[in-house]
């Protein structure tokens, strides 16, 4: 029996407690919290969270279409004249012939490259390469690779490792200087391009390898 009422004395207690709570609760002031201010900094937080998402999202997206527009872009680029130029230019086998507007095939130069006989034979044959052929094969594409990247086509990391190494040949080769020389005395400004990919893919690497 003492139990019994022991129990029932906690269960009012319980039932007090929360009707007392329930009172507190329907008698609170939420105004204080629920202010426009407040209101105004709750939704000023969601719209940045938002413009964040949204941010990463296409920064994800154009990541993907820079990838994809450089894979389409290598395939036209990578022809086979353009491998045979940068060849040549990498092994010094090729002069620039300003009286003929050409770039010559040095024959002995061939020699000290490793290719197929059949290959090797070819290019002995051919003799040179013209201007119009170097711009449409290698030089004109290079440039549009600046173009490319001063219209945020690109970014300076993919260029750097998808060109980097080709820019340098075409730059540092003497055959390509003199015809760049050759060619400003009429327009001073071609091939700008070319030299300002090699001036910031040369600042990237030393970001990179600075990290």
Same mark, same amino acid.
């Given at each position: ?24 609760? @329907?008698?609170?002031?939420?105004? /204080? +919290? ?7 900094? +709750?939704?000023? *937080?969601? #719209?940045? +969270? @938002? ?13 993907? /279409?820079? #990838? ?9 680029? $990578?022809?086979?004249? =353009? %491998?045979?130029?940068?060849? !040549? ?12 507007? =050409?770039?010559? +095939?040095?024959?002995? #130069? ?12 070819? !290019?002995?044959? %051919? ?12 030089? @004109? ?21 998808? $060109? @980097?190494?080709? *820019?340098?040949?075409? =730059?540092?080769?003497? #055959? ?6 050759? =060619?400003?005395?009429?327009? *001073?400004? *071609? ?21």
């Amino acid at each position: 029996m003492f139990n019994y009422v022991i129990c029932d004395v906690l269960t009012c207690q319980v039932v007090a407690n929360d009707a007392t709570n329930q009172t507190a609760l @329907g008698t609170f002031d939420w105004s /204080s +919290i629920i202010t426009d201010t407040n209101i105004q900094i +709750i939704l000023t *937080i969601i #719209a940045v +969270i @938002g413009v964040w998402l949204a941010w990463r999202q296409l920064r994800l997206q154009n990541k993907i /279409s820079s #990838a994809d527009f450089l894979h389409r872009f290598n395939v036209d680029f $990578f022809s086979d004249e =353009c %491998r045979d130029l940068i060849m !040549l230019l990498n092994n010094e086998a090729l002069l620039f012939n300003e009286e003929n507007d =050409c770039f010559d +095939i040095v024959e002995t #130069a061939l020699e000290n490259i490793k290719m197929p006989e059949k290959r090797r034979i070819e !290019l002995k044959n %051919r003799k040179i390469f013209t201007m119009y052929e170097a711009d449409d094969y290698l030089l @004109g594409p290079l440039e549009q690779v600046y173009y490319f990247y001063k219209h945020g086509l690109l970014d300076i990391s993919l260029i750097y490792e998808s $060109f @980097g190494w080709y *820019i340098d040949v075409v =730059c540092d080769n003497k #055959a390509i200087k003199n015809y760049v020389i050759s =060619c400003r005395k009429d327009n *001073i400004d *071609i091939y700008d391009g070319i030299e300002s990919l090699k001036k910031l893919c040369e600042e990237f690497e030393t970001k990179k390898n600075s990290k």
